[in-house]
């Protein structure tokens, strides 16, 4: 079974509501239906005139809209969303006419209904850039309780299984935060692992990933690893969480048994984790490519972590079946929330 259709399958069961609010995309309204055919979502909600959404099905071919349609620019909902996030952001000079401008913004609308709990998670971006998904994120949800920063990860769907048995490995942070600091690490660190739990449903074993295993080299770009690792493992037996970590390790120490016991004897995770934390994005978005493009991985994401409610970004060059893909890991994250 894929990742995916692991994913699929789980989402099945929760019963959640989803907004899509790019509906003048042909591609979005070919995967809300997808979405609620395959039972995905109880309720797929895309925004757009009736205008946007009749040419978005013509183009698509689609025949029967199974999605609820919302016209946000002239939904009851509007005036009170704009009241509300000129309120949220006033300290930031909001005013009432300017939230109504954003509110015009379908995926500031989008976000609003999530805020609200109206909807489980929000997907967008098939049009939006990444920096405005992540902007309208930001101001309309804002981070999880707990969580100083959001972050992403990617998920790793391995053509070949780990020498542990793990097809499925998650790497984070690969598209956000460019050079975190140790304790912006151990907030990448609990999202993914948060994450991992929600998709998985086993337990994260996180491995902090330099170039030395436990000090083997010594530099000062080691030094955040190493302190974000300690301060993870306090806050593990402080909260007395179900998660197993370990660091600095070495990629090969963290996930190769045999190669843990010479270079890491006595790890917690002896060369079986699940979950990989990277240095920083250089570190991380060139090891996640790697891994697609030379071992054959399917690389699914970013997926965004530590926000207040689950909000996905899509690339612009998406199809329909990502979109749907990236449903059901909404949903999954959203079960946890």
Do not use: W
């Not at 003048?24 to 925004?47: C, G, Q, S, T, Y």
């Amino acid at each position: 079974m894929s990742a995916i259709d692991l994913f699929v399958a789980k989402a099945q069961q929760a019963g959640k509501a989803l907004v899509l609010p790019e509906g003048h995309d042909p591609r979005v309204v070919a995967a809300a239906n997808m979405i609620l055919e395959n039972r995905v979502a109880k309720k797929v909600i895309v925004l757009g005139s009736e205008e946007e959404i009749a040419k978005a099905c013509a183009d698509a071919k689609l025949t029967g809209r199974k999605f609820d349609a919302l016209d946000y620019l002239n939904s009851d909902l509007f005036e009170g969303f704009a009241q509300q996030y000129c309120q949220m952001r006033q300290k930031k000079g909001m005013t009432l006419e300017l939230a109504r401008e954003v509110m015009k913004v379908r995926i500031y609308f989008g976000g609003m209904m999530a805020r609200s709990g109206m909807v489980d998670g929000l997907i967008a971006g098939s049009i939006a850039s990444t920096a405005d998904m992540l902007r309208a994120a930001f101001h309309c949800i804002g981070t999880a309780p707990g969580m100083k920063i959001a972050s992403s990860c990617f998920i790793m769907d391995l053509a070949r299984p780990t020498a542990s048995g793990d097809s499925v490995l998650l790497f984070a942070d690969c598209a956000v935060n460019p050079n975190p600091t140790a304790e912006q690490l151990v907030d990448i660190a609990m999202a993914t692992s948060n994450t991992y739990r929600a998709l998985i449903g086993k337990t994260p074993k996180v491995a902090f990933l330099s170039f030395s295993s436990y000090g083997s080299a010594k530099h000062e770009i080691l030094e955040k690893v190493v302190a974000a690792t300690a301060m993870f493992k306090a806050k593990i037996d402080v909260e007395n969480l179900d998660i197993i970590a370990d660091g600095e390790l070495q990629a090969d120490a963290a996930l190769v048994p045999s190669v843990a016991k010479s270079k890491a004897p006595g790890s917690a995770i002896a060369g079986d984790a699940n979950v990989l934390i990277f240095p920083d994005l250089n570190a991380g978005n060139i090891a996640y490519k790697l891994v697609q493009r030379l071992a054959g991985a399917g690389a699914y994401g970013p997926i965004l972590q530590g926000l207040g409610r689950p909000l996905n970004d899509l690339s612009r060059g998406c199809t329909a079946e990502d979109i749907y893909g990236v449903a059901a890991i909404t949903v999954c994250q959203a079960i946890g929330h």
